[in-house]
């Protein structure tokens, strides 16, 4: 399985836009890229999956160069409800289907007034 | 809530004791992933299961921890002779039938493990 590398925490302020950035050099032909939210006490909640290029949805977005070998997640306009644990996945194993997901530790957003 | 319904959510146990948690996947769902979380650490996997059978155990210790899910009712992760190192969060996962990707798997909001 492809190793992550993220930064462990990162602070902002409300209506920043806030940009995670994951590397992941030994990626896979295969792999998807997925990113998880945990709040405390909570499972993790998928944000978003790609494999290239740009991925949105109605709460982030995911940009991947095309080597792959990173990947960033944008979060536009934060608010004080997106502090939270942020964690990138590389693999066969961030996907569905039999197979289990590898979480690092995480980025640790905090998100101010 | 359609959601993965994980029960109970806090279960306290004392040395020596069993403990048995239990998870409802997505209805629809027929795989289901158990992960064990430590303070300040991410996930780790310890089991995947289909319908009445074991797909991948390798996360999980070879003694005192075992995980089924029957044809019938959810999902169960039982630990026998519970230690205090077995404190834990214990989360569970579900995803559709499987074998393709972007599929991701959803989760509970876990079972809090407190070994006194």
């Known amino acids: 399985l492809a190793k992550t590398t993220q930064p462990i925490s990162m602070d902002s302020y409300e209506g920043q836009e806030v940009n995670i950035t994951c590397s992941h050099n030994?990626?896979?032909?295969?792999?998807?890229i997925t990113w998880y939210q945990q709040f405390p006490s909570q499972g993790p909640r998928f944000i978003i999956q790609?494999?290239?290029t740009k991925v949105t949805n109605e709460v982030a977005s995911l940009f991947i160069p095309a080597d792959r070998k990173s990947s960033t997640l944008s979060l536009p306009r934060v608010s004080l409800s997106d502090t939270a644990v942020y964690y990138c996945?590389?693999?066969?194993?961030?996907?569905?289907?039999?197979?289990?997901?590898?979480f690092g530790t995480g980025t640790q957003l905090k998100v101010e007034l | 809530n359609a959601g993965v319904m994980q029960n109970p959510r806090h279960l306290v146990r004392r040395r020596g004791q069993e403990a048995r948690l239990r998870c409802s996947p997505v209805?629809?769902?027929?795989?289901v992933y158990w992960y064990r979380q430590l303070p300040e650490e991410g996930l780790k996997f310890m089991v995947y299961?289909?319908?009445?059978?074991?797909?991948?155990e390798s996360g999980m210790p070879k003694e005192r921890f075992s995980a089924e899910f029957p044809k019938e009712g959810p999902s169960i992760l039982r630990i026998q002779q519970v230690v205090r190192g077995d404190s834990a969060a214990y989360f569970c996962?579900?995803?559709?039938?499987?074998?393709?990707?972007?599929?991701?798997?959803?989760f509970g909001d876990g079972t809090r493990l407190s070994i006194l």
């Open positions: 030994n990626i896979a032909t295969n792999d998807y």
């Open positions: 996945l590389v693999g066969d194993g961030v996907t569905g289907g039999g197979n289990k997901l590898t």
């Open positions: 996962a579900s995803s559709p039938t499987g074998g393709k990707n972007n599929q991701p798997q959803h």
């Open positions: 209805k629809g769902h027929s795989h």
């Open positions: 299961l289909q319908k009445e059978n074991i797909i991948d």
């Open positions: 790609g494999y290239k």
